[in-house]
């Protein structure tokens, strides 16, 4: 029900916009976030967003923003000014509130991840 795309390859410095987009309900009332994880790493939060703004985790403030559009049901992270520490695989998620959560247990509904290689 979370289709997540937009991954690649790019070089440090560079930009990337992922897109999850979701099918099978209105997800405009829901938490929807990012994920990531990297190799040997645990999954980790990155951004989400709600009816009162985005969240972001401090790695990635300043260069990542968050925005939806509940008409296409898609979410869309930009991600600038990236590292090779933002390498990983990315996972769109969806939680059934209308409160924030950074914590991977407190989503009900994931995509299939998308992979992004940042070189140096």
């Known amino acids: 029900q979370l289709q997540a795309s937009g991954g690649g390859l790019v070089q440090a410095g560079g930009s990337l916009r992922l897109s999850c987009a979701a099918s099978?309900?209105?997800?405009?009332?829901?938490?929807m976030g990012w994920f990531r994880q990297a190799p040997g790493k645990e999954r980790r939060f990155v951004a989400a967003?709600?009816?009162?703004?985005?969240y972001y985790a401090d790695s990635v403030k300043g260069r990542f923003t968050i925005s939806r559009d509940n008409v296409k049901n898609s979410v869309y992270p930009q991600m600038n000014s990236l590292k090779p520490e933002d390498t990983a695989v990315y996972y769109c998620?969806?939680?059934?509130?209308?409160?924030?959560?950074?914590?991977?247990?407190?989503?009900?509904?994931w995509g299939q991840g998308t992979q992004v290689t940042v070189s140096s």
């Open positions: 998620a969806a939680r059934n509130s209308f409160l924030y959560a950074r914590e991977i247990r407190q989503y009900d509904y």
């Open positions: 099978g309900r209105t997800f405009s009332n829901y938490v």
């Open positions: 967003i709600s009816w009162s703004g985005g």
